[in-house]
């Protein structure tokens, strides 16, 4: 597509239940990251796929929080029993294999916990 | 480790003052990337510019200025006669050297600009 696309824009969800949320990357890019915005806050790095495979996943906060992409193209991040420090912007990214080049992100989807 | 550091948290300007983001970096490579990215009030990061460590060659794009300093280890962003649409979170941001076509970006904590009309 013509740029990352995540769904659900928002999801509110109850504490204890698990949550997907989609990330489908820009034709092409191989490279696939996740990142976390809490509120006021900076990113946060949660993991790194190049191809269907994933060489970092060093900022997964916890073994709830999962990851995988299939067909090097879409990613589904999986939350299990969500707690309410979990609520936040989760923004997916893609980047060409171009060292240089920046990554493009989407727009996130806003994760409420109640 | 590489890290990213955005002192300013928050600054408000009136519009059509100039207004410069500080950004200071760490890294231990001599390759390596930084970048400025946009996040407006509707959320979505845009890119604005990315400057690879071999040029520090300063950069100019309308009223946007970069001025990249390896010696002081800083790449600060200018905007020239503010404008209310300028208002938004921006954040500085490196990547170290690519292995493979990865390059995990570390982004500073974002500096929060108002521009007041």
């Known amino acids: 597509g013509a740029g990352v696309s995540q769904s659900p824009s928002n999801k509110v969800t109850e504490k204890g239940k698990d949550v997907e949320l989609r990330c489908d990357p820009i034709s092409g890019h191989t490279a696939l990251y996740w990142y976390r915005q809490s509120l006021g806050q900076g990113l946060e790095f949660l993991i790194y796929?190049?191809?269907?495979?994933?060489?970092?996943k060093s900022g997964l906060p916890s073994d709830r929080f999962s990851a995988e992409r299939t067909g090097g193209s879409v990613s589904t991040l999986t939350i299990q029993r969500t707690q309410q420090e979990d609520s936040a912007v989760y923004l997916c990214a893609s980047s060409s294999t171009r060292a240089d080049y920046g990554y493009t992100f989407g727009s996130g989807t806003r994760l409420t916990v109640v | 480790a590489q890290k990213v550091t955005q002192a300013q948290t928050e600054i408000s300007v009136v519009e059509k003052e100039d207004v410069t983001l500080d950004c200071v970096y760490e890294?231990?490579?001599?390759?390596?990337?930084l970048f400025w990215y946009k996040q407006p009030p509707s959320g979505e990061l845009v890119f604005l510019i990315r400057?690879?460590?071999?040029?520090?060659q300063n950069e100019i794009s309308g009223r946007y200025s970069w001025n990249f300093q390896k010696s002081t280890s800083s790449f600060n962003f200018t905007i020239t006669a503010s404008q209310v649409v300028d208002s938004a979170v921006y954040f500085c941001?490196?990547?170290?050297?690519?292995?493979?076509?990865?390059?995990?970006?570390?982004f500073g904590t974002g500096t929060k600009l108002q521009v007041i009309p």
């Open positions: 400057r690879n460590s071999f040029d520090e």
């Open positions: 941001a490196l990547s170290e050297a690519v292995y493979g076509g990865y390059q995990k970006v570390t």
């Open positions: 890294t231990r490579d001599t390759t390596y990337y």
């Open positions: 796929f190049q191809g269907n495979s994933a060489p970092d």
